[in-house]
């Protein structure tokens, strides 16, 4: 392998995002966003991030993801780093669901596709978009090691007592109904940085990571091993996020269609499109939700102690799960940027030793962080996740071993 640098791409059903990243130390190059692929109105914005300029936007009919990938290409061309240079190691993609069958990030041959097209029915949304990022690549620089990166790989680890739900494993097996977990990325991205935080080897500290972005699941990681995780077949289980309603009884789904009168499909978009936060105050931005509490609106604060009460349960039951505590790391947009929901998550919660030092809390930076005061027996962290980095660091790695 010659060259150090990794195009990372994550691929939408109508979005690329793409970051390209210099592995020597891992500097970023260029970033940026191709969106509303396949409408009249797309549009490309790139950043130069290495030339240090303004990122530049362009609007105008995108048809596809291949007319996107070589879009970006000439953006990335016209900094000096095109596609084509041999300082390109590697593309690594991002693949939601990679089922049981794999546990690593893995190269991409025809073999690994036609399993990523297996697992469609399980995750329908993802899985079809990751595809087509990746025959786009793959046509566009056949000769180039293709990497993928899927969010559930973390998660493999746990144990079945977790990963099964208590229904007839023969059904079960069938239909491959088990809780998969997402983010994954992310769960081990932060679970690693928060044990360097804590000066100490990842395999040495049990971490609670609460990943809180517009989708938002957590995980319970056991020196280094992910043994829990909230998100299940699909991302809908577990937490309340932006627009899903995570955990519910699954008998209300036979409410809305038997009594409600509607369609599986009308309750699907219900349920992970028009819940959560927006289903319970018309806003799923956390920042409008305080902002509004802040005028005394009562349904974003029912909102919001919906979110708290629920992330509250879940700290308590991977607490339980784990037994040792040594951190609860807080990630993504919400867990890194929102304060309150930290202060509000561990409010009450001093006799399992978790507490926010409010001064600490209250400051804000893009570095990994205790917010704890100094003699909590647990760590409460905000760490800053970097999916893109992540799989970036996996692919060279992989990349790398197999040349
Ligand atoms: P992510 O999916 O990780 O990009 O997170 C997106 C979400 O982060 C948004 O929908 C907001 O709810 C939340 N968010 C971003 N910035 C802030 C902020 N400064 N304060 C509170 N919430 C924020």
Do not use: W
Request: hydrophobic share 40%; proline share 5%; aromatic share 4%.
């Amino acid at each position: 392998m010659t060259g150090t640098r990794v195009l990372v791409l994550n691929s939408g059903s109508s979005s690329l995002k793409y970051q390209l990243l210099d592995m020597r130390d891992s500097s970023r190059l260029a970033a940026g966003l191709v969106e509303r692929i396949g409408e009249q109105t797309s549009r490309l914005k790139h950043t130069p991030l290495a030339a240090g300029g303004d990122a530049r936007e362009a609007d105008g009919p995108i048809a596809d993801h291949d007319a996107a990938l070589k879009a970006v290409a000439q953006e990335l061309a016209r900094d000096g780093l095109g596609l084509d240079s041999p300082d390109l190691a590697a593309i690594g993609h991002r693949v939601v669901h990679g089922g049981m069958f794999f546990t690593e990030p893995t190269v991409i041959d025809d073999a690994v596709i036609a399993e990523i097209e297996r697992l469609i029915p399980v995750a329908p949304l993802h899985n079809p978009a990751n595809l087509t990022g990746i025959r786009t690549a793959r046509a566009l620089r056949p000769d180039l090691p293709q990497v993928a990166v899927f969010d559930t790989a973390f998660h493999t680890t746990m144990p079945e007592s977790a990963a099964r739900y208590a229904i007839d494993p023969r059904i079960a097996d069938r239909h491959r109904i088990r809780r998969y977990g997402f983010h994954g990325t992310s769960h081990a991205y932060v679970s690693r940085a928060t044990a360097e935080l804590l000066g100490k080897a990842p395999e040495d500290v049990n971490v609670i990571v609460l990943h809180l972005g517009n989708g938002a699941s957590a995980s319970a990681v056991r020196g280094g091993r992910c043994v829990d995780t909230s998100m299940g077949l699909t991302p809908l289980e577990g937490l309340v996020m932006g627009t899903r309603s995570g955990d519910m009884d699954p008998a209300v789904i036979f409410h809305l269609a038997r009594v409600g009168g509607m369609s599986m499909d009308e309750i699907d978009t219900l349920l992970n499109k028009r819940s959560g936060l927006f289903g319970l105050c018309g806003d799923n931005d956390m920042r409008e939700i305080r902002r509004r509490i802040d005028e005394g609106d009562e349904a974003a604060a029912l909102a919001f102690d919906i979110y708290v009460h629920r992330l509250k349960k879940y700290i308590g039951a991977y607490y339980a799960v784990l037994g040792t505590v040594d951190a609860v790391a807080f990630t993504a947009g919400v867990g890194e940027n929102a304060a309150p929901v930290r202060e509000a998550a561990v409010a009450g919660l001093e006799g399992l030793g978790l507490a926010v030092d409010p001064g600490r809390n209250a400051v804000r930076g893009d570095r990994p962080r205790i917010v704890s005061p100094d003699a909590a027996r647990v760590a409460v962290a905000v760490v800053p996740t970097d999916e893109e980095l992540e799989i970036a660091t996996q692919t060279y790695a992989l990349v790398g071993k197999n040349t």
